[in-house]
């Protein structure tokens, strides 16, 4: 049971050139979350999933696209890339909200740089 | 709009002492919960104790326990006889429902925890 993969770990991007951020998830979770951290910072949410094919925009979505296709992948999109996008990036996976509990397991993150 | 505050940018403590971290939180909502979050230098984000509005008594795992104080809206953390291994940054975080009755969390600013030997 791996949980929740990113890839790639690091990534370093020139102004104006895109990239999909990849994140998986062996857990079955039907809610998965983009997240990014800038320095010093909590996370802010930009864009979540409540199952497939269902997405949905969160507080900083501008700049980024999401799909769900399948359960297990929720790929993040930068089309045209720019300095404040700079971030480290976190993925994370949930059940469905049955209750009131509902833990958020993260993935490892990925650190960009846009220079 | 919920928020999560956390007034601590840095904090020190020695180990084998008992440090607290502070929140606080604002929501009109009845039901809600308090999530507490462990961030090494490492980068990844690891849960570590969640408290419900309902719960009556604090929550405990292992070394970490919440102290709830819902009519002052905080849920500090207390960590018992500090590790080194405890040295790393700490997030509160509180789940928000959003549209369609599906949630998400809201994120303090966090904070960081130096444990000297």
């Known amino acids: 049971n791996a949980g929740v993969t990113q890839t790639p770990k690091f990534r370093i991007l020139k102004i104006g050139q895109s990239m999909t951020l990849q994140c998986a998830q062996d857990m079955n979770h039907n809610y998965m979350y983009w997240y990014r951290q800038d320095p010093g910072m909590g996370l802010k949410l930009i864009y979540y999933s409540v199952g497939a094919g269902i997405t949905d925009k969160g507080e900083v979505p501008n700049g980024y696209n999401v799909s769900r296709s399948t359960t297990e992948d929720f790929p993040l999109r930068l089309e045209l890339a720019a300095p404040s996008q700079t971030s480290v990036y976190f993925c994370?996976?949930?059940?469905?909200?049955?209750?009131?509990?509902?833990?958020?397991?993260f993935g490892p993150g990925t650190r960009l740089t846009v220079l | 709009a919920q928020k999560i505050t956390q007034t601590q940018p840095g904090m020190f403590v020695q180990e084998k002492e008992a440090v607290t971290l502070d929140c606080t939180y604002d929501t009109s909502d009845q039901s809600y919960g308090l999530f507490w979050y462990k961030q090494p230098s490492s980068g990844e984000m690891i849960f570590l104790i969640y408290q419900g509005s309902y719960d009556e008594q604090n929550a405990t795992e292992g070394r970490y326990s919440l102290n709830f104080q819902k009519a002052r809206k905080s849920a500090n953390l207390v960590i018992s006889a500090s590790q080194l291994g405890d040295s790393a940054m700490y997030f509160c975080?509180?789940?928000?429902?959003?549209?369609?009755?599906?949630?998400?969390?809201?994120f303090g600013a966090g904070t960081r925890l130096a444990v000297h030997p």
């Open positions: 994370a996976s949930s059940y469905s909200t049955g209750g009131t509990y509902n833990e958020q397991f």
């Open positions: 975080a509180m789940r928000e429902v959003i549209s369609g009755g599906y949630n998400k969390l809201i």
